[in-house]
């Protein structure tokens, strides 16, 4: 069930008027139930491979909590390594099937592994981080076991960021489920209007900057130059709103019956380095490898050596939980290298910004910090969007003829489609600068109601005129 669709408009206020229908006791299991039925939406039958993890992760962390020492390092190992298992089934198992094919034909090896025709289930690398996190902080002692197999199979199942996160740790959301949320007017309205920005950048912009991007990267062997620049800025733009939009829609939803997910996107594009972008993208991602990867690598409490093995052993393995292809692996090694380089030149570019003449000028060695961080970043984008190396090498290859006398192809986008696009980038840019300085959505509740009402009307106008009404997929349900 996308959230982009009627049927999901339906759903949601049936689930919420239940919600504060129903006496608190009973919240729990209609929630369940309802993300059960959520779920199922997709391919009902999948959901047993999601009880599945569930049930493992329910008893593992009953069993360690009771356990110590090596007895307790066994049960983690078992029950991450079962966790995993299925993930690898699903995920991995033909990528590594392929592979190991192309090697055996050019050894001459007799030898393959037949490919297995299975879809993978939505959002299972979201909810298999989720309940890893519940069973390594019980073996922490950070967060006592669940002994009510609802809650905890609802803390996996949560729908509102079942398929496509925040994902979510064990301390933030478990208590949720026994709190009483009373009806507040003012948490429904600061719940819906956040769902109203996610759509506004799922529909508005992302789905239709996704006709352009779509259609240079189905064959961008066929141009090169200023098009490919515009397709690779499209993509930009389009990868954050499509995600950001889904993990804000998730936060609206469950503000509006009470529940409080994570923040997972900060204005990333506004970042001043790699690392900062790293702190402000995907952030429930993020904290979870440097918390459950990177900090037991050693993190950069370390030699140099390790902590740029780190960074890229951390990095690598974000890339493959991407998805099961070379280029996520080589886009997530790249970002890797990006961190090394920061680290390593940072005296340099001190040195170099001074001799610029940038040193006590904030304004412009903030513009200067953002563009090379935004021209990184979208150097690493093509890697993401690249149906394969090939594609992103040429990519690669052709961008820098930006100034040649080649139009920029329409890509099946009429006149309209760029304003509207390019307008609804600006206005994006604009209301997050003014969010993160003024606070804009506290201004617009303190604001007259008739001047509320105005505004919520006008972005309801835009998403019935402008939005792009195709039922498309969340980019990031695929992994």
Known sequence: ?????????????????????????????????????????????????????????????????????????????????????????????????????????????????????????????????????????????????????????????????????????????????????????????????????????????????????????????????????????????QIYCDFSGYSDIARGCARVMGFRLMLNFDRPYSARSISEFWRRWHISLSTWFRDYVYIPLGGSRTTTSKLYRNLLIVFGVSGLWHGANWTFLFWGLLNGIYLIVEIATKGLRERLYERMGCTGHEFWLAGLQIGVTFGLTLFAWTLFRANTLSDAFYVWGNLWDVFSRQSVTDGGFRREDWFIALSAITLLESVEYLQRRLGLSSRLFAMPAGARWVTYYALASVLVLFGVFNKSTFIYFQF
Not at 89 to 98: D, E, G, H, I, L
Not at 103 to 112: D, E, F
Request: net charge positive; aromatic share 20%; with cysteine.
């Open 1 to 237: 069930m996308l959230f982009n669709s009627l049927e999901f408009g339906f759903y949601f206020v049936v689930v919420c008027a239940l919600y504060y229908l129903l006496p608190h006791r009973f919240r729990w299991l209609m929630l369940l139930v309802a993300s059960c039925i959520f779920y199922m939406a997709f391919v009902p039958i999948y959901i047993l491979i999601l009880f599945t993890t569930i049930i493992i992760d329910y008893f593992a962390g009953l069993y360690i909590a009771k356990s110590t020492g090596q007895r307790a390092r066994v049960l983690l190992l078992v029950s991450t390594l079962s966790t995993c298992l299925v993930l690898f089934f699903f995920k991995y198992f033909n990528f590594f099937a392929v592979n190991y094919d192309a090697l055996a034909r050019a050894l001459h090896w007799n030898y393959s592994i037949e490919i297995l025709k299975l879809a993978l289930p939505i959002g299972l690398s979201f909810h298999t981080f989720q309940s890893l996190s519940y069973v390594i902080e019980v073996y922490r002692k950070k967060q006592q076991p669940e002994r009510h197999f609802g809650i905890y199979a609802l803390y996996v199942m949560f729908y509102p960021q079942l398929v496509a996160g925040p994902i979510e740790r064990p301390q933030n959301l478990l208590h949720q489920f026994r709190e009483v949320h009373a009806f507040d007017p003012e948490q429904v309205k600061s719940g819906l209007l956040l769902m109203a920005w996610g759509f506004f950048k799922k529909l508005v912009i992302a789905d239709r900057l996704a006709l352009y991007v779509n259609y240079v990267f189905a064959n961008p062997k066929e141009f090169h130059g200023f098009t490919l620049a515009v397709g690779l800025v499209f993509f930009a733009y």
